[in-house]
Each structure stands twice: as structure tokens, then as C-alpha cells.
């Protein structure tokens, strides 16, 4: 592979499932609140 | 009417965001984004497809969701609860999710007929002859000549199935349903997409998709391609996300929600790329071809490309084509079990018809509409065409109609703002606004422009114009025309639905 299309991959992999992880971090840092 | 407290509620939020992923990933994410991805730059398409993930899908998913959620209805119902004369939306997205479930599960049948035929590569040397003649018998193209047995007997089970799990509701069926099979799914296809980048080859095929064309970026059309395949594949436009937020409990997260189902929905996006062109290569490599000889989409990828490919393996065929299959199959059950779930939710609220019969009704109308017509030797014909119907001049015209309505003639979007941040971790402000009633109708208005300037243009798939006026203008004018007569029907019971504000709580860690 060329090395732009490494980065690219490893950008891709590093932006959309790093988002993912982070999402999910950021959710279940604030569980929902039930009503009383 | 079903009330408040009457609703079915899903049993955590876990088993919320996998039924709302489950949808999500379908047969596009798999068969359409790696292609979408190489034709429109390779890995500088991730430009500008992050950029439409943030700024039109993921706001829009926020936008359903709170629909959704604050008025606590199906589509119709919810929408009738906004406004009075907007309940025709709710009716055109029922029928919009009626036509698309009804060709959707014929292309499920396939696959499964297809992991079948993996283990002993029945299509034998020529997988396209296999597919159009042996297979689905594909006829010329007018009324129903003859059922095909082979697609008939598969589709059956596949409705059986689908009406199963929605009969066992929400929370025992959908949300089961969905936590066994989304992980399954990940499963099965990480272990196809470890095996396809250890092909010889793979690196030529992930050189394709990955290598970045930086000129693509000034290419209006790449844009259009990009705002297209995030809404497609986030099935925004049906109903499906107002339907699913509605069985939420009142304080849940709407924004958080959105985020992680967006985001989950692009992962396997890439995981199908990378995949997929792995695959690509090795074929172009052992035949000894450019990539983009071997790279398609859609049923050429999935029923011509891929036997072909999984014949070529010297080790392990049958396993790869059963787990590729099998992958298809899935991605494609939990999709579909969404769509229906837009009817049938609806019909529950409309009639007050219990859970079990409003399933076997509308299960079994749209199963009969669908093993009607497609499991015949015309069936690829009208799938093809409604697909492109409905996708560019339903769903697509669906959700423009509801982004301008709510953000330009009612002016709903500050009211549904203050509603996601009651109960929301990530704030939304006036960006999300500006997002949804300036970017959002102007890249979908751009995208029907250039949708209809090709129809006159080309005709479609190389179709008469008779066929597309008849089938393709059928299913997109029918299911607006459908919409604005059934919202006109008044409703007997009275309702006396209040949208609850909802005080901001303090957020914070809880115990």
C-alpha cells in the first residue's frame, strides 16, 4: 500500500472509531436520569 | 390511542441504541459505501463524508429522536401532535416503509439462499448466468409471468421470522432480537474482513479505496455523494428513529443517543470498506485486472462479484461465502424488522389494536404485497426501480419536507431544542439549528435537483419510460398521495396528549 493510503486508512480508523469509543465514554458517563 | 404511560418501553438503553444501530447498519452499508467511497475520491472522501455526518446526519437523528420522544406517537400520530396538517408526513413515511419492506426482504431471501450456495459454490463458473437465469429466472420486463420457487420459499421464512419478533413486541422481540444478532454481526464480519486483508492482493484493494484524489474535494458532485450515502445509511426519512425514540422513557438522552448510533453506523461503514476492497484486490490480483475492473455495488457486488471472488479462494470458500452471507443476512433482518415496526406502531395507535393482531395484520399485508411481486421472474425489475423511486423522491423528498416545515413554517426547532437539552449530556445550541434548517434543505434540495436533472437526462437503469413512469412514479407519487388522503380521515377517539416539559435536571454522576 502507499503510504497516503496508510494514513488515510489509519486517519479513517482514528476519526470514525475513535469517535465511537468516545460517544459511548461520553454517554456512559451520564446515565439517564429515571423519573422519581 | 395508546398513552403515555400505556407505551411499551425498551428495556435499557443499551437495548435502545443496538435496535437503533441495527437499523441503521443494512445491505448500503455493506454493498454501497465502499463503492460510494472509491468513486468519489478514495480517502479523501472521508472529508467530506465526516463533514455530512455532522453536519446533516447526526443532527437529524437528534431531530427524529426528539420528535419522537416529546410527542410519543408512530410517525402520523407524532406529527399530528406537532401540528394538525403536518400528520400527512407521518402517512408518507408509513408508506414509504411499506414499500421499501416489501422489496427489501426479497433481497434478504436472496442471501439467504446465497450463504447456501456458498459451501459448494453452486453458481459454478459463471455466477452472473447463475444469478439471472438458474436462480432468479429473470424475465422481460412487464406484469408477472411465473414465481420463482427458489426466492418464493426463502421469502416466506424470512417474513415468518420477521412477524415473529415483532409479535413479541418491543422489549422481548426487537430489543432481543437486536442484542443477540448486532453483536453476532460484528462478529462474523470482523472475523471475513480478517481473513480478507490476509489475501494476497488485499493491500491493491485497500490501495484503491484509500489512496486520496485531494481534487475530488472541489467536486460538487463528491459532496452530493457524500450527504447522500450518510442519509441513506442512516435511514433518516422513513420514520424508523421518530417510531424506536417513542418507546423511550422520558428522561432519556437524546443527543448522546444520536452521537453513538451516527457514529456506530459510519465504524461499520469502514469495517465494510476496508472488507470489502480487500476482497477486491485479491480477485484483481489473482485475475489479473485493474481493481476497478473487479469493484462494484449493489446486487452485481454482492450476487456476481462476490461468488466469483469466493470461487477463486483456494482455502476456506465455502466458510468466506457462508460468513459473507450470512453478514448480509443479518444486517438485512434487523433493517428490515425497523421498517415494519413504522407500520405497525402506527396501525397500534391509530386503531388502539392490541400489539399481536396490528403485527399479523401488517406483517402479513406487506409479506403478501412482497411475495406477490418479487419473487418473480419480473421481481428484479420492479425492485429496481422502486428502490431508486422511493429512495430519491421519498425518503430523501420526505425528509426535506420536514426539515423545512418545522424549521421555516412552523419555526418547531427551538421548542424541540429546549426538549433534547431537559434530558441531554451534549447541549445543542443554535448551531444545531443553522444545521438542520439552512445546510440540511439546501444539500437535499441540491441533491433532488440532481437527481431529477439525470431522470430527464438518462432513463434509469436503461428502463422505458412507460416502466419507470408506472413503477418508479408509482411507488414515489402513490406514497405522498397516500399519506395526504389517509391523514384527511378524522380520528374517532378523542386525544388528550400533552407534551410534558420536562424540568432540566442537574446532571451528573449517578449512582
Given at each position: 500500500?502507499?503510504?497516503?493510503?496508510?494514513?488515510?486508512?489509519?486517519?479513517?480508523?482514528?476519526?470514525?472509531?475513535?469517535?465511537?469509543?468516545?460517544?459511548?465514554?461520553?454517554?456512559?458517563?451520564?446515565?439517564?436520569?429515571?423519573?422519581? | 390511542?395508546?398513552?403515555?404511560?400505556?407505551?411499551?418501553?425498551?428495556?435499557?438503553?443499551?437495548?435502545?441504541?443496538?435496535?437503533?444501530?441495527?437499523?441503521?447498519?443494512?445491505?448500503?452499508?455493506?454493498?454501497?459505501?465502499?463503492?460510494?467511497?472509491?468513486?468519489?475520491?478514495?480517502?479523501?472522501?472521508?472529508?467530506?463524508?465526516?463533514?455530512?455526518?455532522?453536519?446533516?446526519?447526526?443532527?437529524?437523528?437528534?431531530?427524529?429522536?426528539?420528535?419522537?420522544?416529546?410527542?410519543?406517537?408512530?410517525?402520523?400520530?407524532?406529527?399530528?401532535?406537532?401540528?394538525?396538517?403536518?400528520?400527512?408526513?407521518?402517512?408518507?413515511?408509513?408508506?414509504?416503509?411499506?414499500?421499501?419492506?416489501?422489496?427489501?426482504?426479497?433481497?434478504?431471501?436472496?442471501?439467504?439462499?446465497?450463504?447456501?450456495?456458498?459451501?459448494?459454490?453452486?453458481?459454478?463458473?459463471?455466477?452472473?448466468?447463475?444469478?439471472?437465469?438458474?436462480?432468479?429466472?429473470?424475465?422481460?420486463?412487464?406484469?408477472?409471468?411465473?414465481?420463482?420457487?427458489?426466492?418464493?420459499?426463502?421469502?416466506?421464512?424470512?417474513?415468518?421470522?420477521?412477524?415473529?419478533?415483532?409479535?413479541?413486541?418491543?422489549?422481548?422481540?426487537?430489543?432481543?432480537?437486536?442484542?443477540?444478532?448486532?453483536?453476532?454481526?460484528?462478529?462474523?464480519?470482523?472475523?471475513?474482513?480478517?481473513?480478507?486483508?490476509?489475501?494476497?492482493g488485499a493491500e491493491l484493494g485497500l490501495d484503491a479505496l484509500f489512496t486520496p484524489d485531494w481534487s475530488a474535494i472541489t467536486d460538487g458532485s463528491v459532496w452530493v455523494a457524500a450527504y447522500g450515502q450518510i442519509f441513506f445509511s442512516l435511514s433518516i426519512g422513513f420514520g424508523i428513529m421518530i417510531t424506536y425514540a417513542s418507546h423511550l422513557h422520558r428522561r432519556a438522552d437524546l443527543s448522546g443517543s444520536a452521537l453513538v448510533a451516527g457514529f456506530a453506523n459510519s465504524s461499520f461503514e469502514i469495517l465494510a470498506g476496508i472488507?470489502?476492497?480487500?476482497?477486491?484486490?485479491?480477485?484483481?490480483?489473482?485475475?489479473?485486472?485493474?481493481?476497478?475492473?473487479?469493484?462494484?455495488?449493489?446486487?452485481?457486488?454482492?450476487?456476481?462479484?462476490?461468488?466469483?471472488?469466493?470461487?477463486?479462494?483456494?482455502?476456506?470458500?465455502?466458510?468466506?461465502?457462508?460468513?459473507?452471507?450470512?453478514?448480509?443476512?443479518?444486517?438485512?433482518?434487523?433493517?428490515?424488522?425497523?421498517?415494519?415496526?413504522?407500520?405497525?406502531?402506527?396501525?397500534?395507535?391509530?386503531?388502539?389494536?392490541?400489539?399481536?393482531?396490528?403485527?399479523?395484520?401488517?406483517?402479513?399485508?406487506?409479506?403478501?404485497?412482497?411475495?406477490?411481486?418479487?419473487?418473480?421472474?419480473?421481481?428484479?425489475?420492479?425492485?429496481?426501480?422502486?428502490?431508486?423511486?422511493?429512495?430519491?423522491?421519498?425518503?430523501?423528498?420526505?425528509?426535506?419536507?420536514?426539515?423545512?416545515?418545522?424549521?421555516?413554517?412552523?419555526?418547531?426547532?427551538?421548542?424541540?431544542?429546549?426538549?433534547?437539552?431537559?434530558?441531554?449530556?451534549?447541549?445543542?445550541?443554535?448551531?444545531?439549528?443553522?444545521?438542520?434548517?439552512?445546510?440540511?434543505?439546501?444539500?437535499?434540495?441540491?441533491?433532488?435537483?440532481?437527481?431529477?436533472?439525470?431522470?430527464?437526462?438518462?432513463?434509469?437503469?436503461?428502463?422505458?419510460?412507460?416502466?419507470?413512469?408506472?413503477?418508479?412514479?408509482?411507488?414515489?407519487?402513490?406514497?405522498?398521495?397516500?399519506g395526504i388522503v389517509a391523514s384527511l380521515f378524522p380520528w374517532r377517539r378523542s386525544d388528550d396528549f400533552q407534551p410534558v416539559d420536562l424540568p432540566v435536571a442537574e446532571r451528573g454522576e449517578r449512582t
Amino acid at each position: 500500500m502507499s503510504t497516503a493510503a496508510v494514513v488515510m486508512m489509519i486517519v479513517a480508523i482514528v476519526i470514525v472509531w475513535g469517535g465511537l469509543v468516545a460517544s459511548i465514554v461520553h454517554l456512559r458517563r451520564h446515565p439517564d436520569q429515571r423519573d422519581g | 390511542m395508546q398513552e403515555q404511560n400505556q407505551r411499551e418501553q425498551w428495556g435499557s438503553r443499551a437495548g435502545f441504541l443496538l435496535a437503533a444501530i441495527g437499523s441503521a447498519v443494512g445491505l448500503g452499508n455493506i454493498w454501497r459505501f465502499p463503492y460510494v467511497a472509491y468513486q468519489n475520491g478514495g480517502g479523501a472522501f472521508l472529508v467530506p463524508y465526516l463533514v455530512a455526518l455532522l453536519t446533516a446526519g447526526i443532527p437529524f437523528l437528534i431531530l427524529a429522536y426528539s420528535i419522537g420522544h416529546r410527542f410519543r406517537g408512530s410517525p402520523p400520530l407524532a406529527f399530528r401532535r406537532i401540528d394538525r396538517r403536518l400528520e400527512f408526513i407521518g402517512w408518507w413515511q408509513v408508506a414509504i416503509s411499506f414499500v421499501i419492506a416489501a422489496y427489501y426482504a426479497v433481497i434478504i431471501a436472496w442471501a439467504v439462499r446465497y450463504a447456501g450456495f456458498s459451501i459448494q459454490q453452486d453458481w459454478g463458473s459463471d455466477p452472473e448466468a447463475f444469478l439471472m437465469e438458474q436462480f432468479l429466472q429473470v424475465g422481460d420486463v412487464g406484469t408477472v409471468s411465473e414465481y420463482v420457487s427458489g426466492v418464493f420459499w426463502p421469502l416466506v421464512a424470512v417474513w415468518v421470522f420477521v412477524i415473529g419478533v415483532l409479535a413479541l413486541g418491543i422489549r422481548h422481540g426487537i430489543q432481543r432480537a437486536n442484542m443477540f444478532f448486532i453483536p453476532l454481526l460484528v462478529v462474523l464480519f470482523g472475523i471475513l474482513v480478517v481473513r480478507a486483508v490476509t489475501l494476497d492482493g488485499a493491500e491493491l484493494g485497500l490501495d484503491a479505496l484509500f489512496t486520496p484524489d485531494w481534487s475530488a474535494i472541489t467536486d460538487g458532485s463528491v459532496w452530493v455523494a457524500a450527504y447522500g450515502q450518510i442519509f441513506f445509511s442512516l435511514s433518516i426519512g422513513f420514520g424508523i428513529m421518530i417510531t424506536y425514540a417513542s418507546h423511550l422513557h422520558r428522561r432519556a438522552d437524546l443527543s448522546g443517543s444520536a452521537l453513538v448510533a451516527g457514529f456506530a453506523n459510519s465504524s461499520f461503514e469502514i469495517l465494510a470498506g476496508i472488507g470489502v476492497f480487500a476482497t477486491v484486490g485479491f480477485m484483481a490480483a489473482a485475475s489479473g485486472v485493474a481493481v476497478g475492473e473487479v469493484a462494484s455495488d449493489g446486487v452485481g457486488l454482492a450476487f456476481i462479484a462476490f461468488p466469483q471472488i469466493i470461487s477463486t479462494l483456494t482455502a476456506g470458500a465455502g466458510f468466506f461465502g457462508v460468513l459473507f452471507f450470512l453478514s448480509l443476512v443479518i444486517a438485512g433482518v434487523t433493517s428490515l424488522i425497523s421498517i415494519v415496526q413504522v407500520v405497525v406502531s402506527t396501525v397500534q395507535d391509530r386503531t388502539g389494536l392490541a400489539r399481536i393482531p396490528a403485527v399479523l395484520i401488517v406483517g402479513g399485508g406487506i409479506a403478501v404485497v412482497s411475495i406477490l411481486l418479487f419473487p418473480t421472474a419480473q421481481g428484479l425489475h420492479y425492485l429496481d426501480v422502486a428502490d431508486h423511486f422511493i429512495n430519491q423522491y421519498g425518503v430523501a423528498m420526505a425528509a426535506l419536507v420536514i426539515v423545512i416545515v418545522l424549521a421555516w413554517v412552523l419555526r418547531k426547532l427551538p421548542m424541540l431544542q429546549e426538549h433534547v437539552n431537559a434530558t441531554s449530556a451534549v447541549r445543542l445550541g443554535t448551531w444545531w439549528q443553522v444545521l438542520l434548517g439552512i445546510v440540511t434543505p439546501v444539500v437535499l434540495g441540491w441533491m433532488m435537483w440532481d437527481s431529477l436533472r439525470q431522470e430527464f437526462e438518462v432513463n434509469y437503469g436503461g428502463y422505458s419510460t412507460d416502466f419507470l413512469l408506472l413503477v418508479g412514479g408509482g411507488v414515489a407519487i402513490g406514497a405522498l398521495v397516500f399519506g395526504i388522503v389517509a391523514s384527511l380521515f378524522p380520528w374517532r377517539r378523542s386525544d388528550d396528549f400533552q407534551p410534558v416539559d420536562l424540568p432540566v435536571a442537574e446532571r451528573g454522576e449517578r449512582t
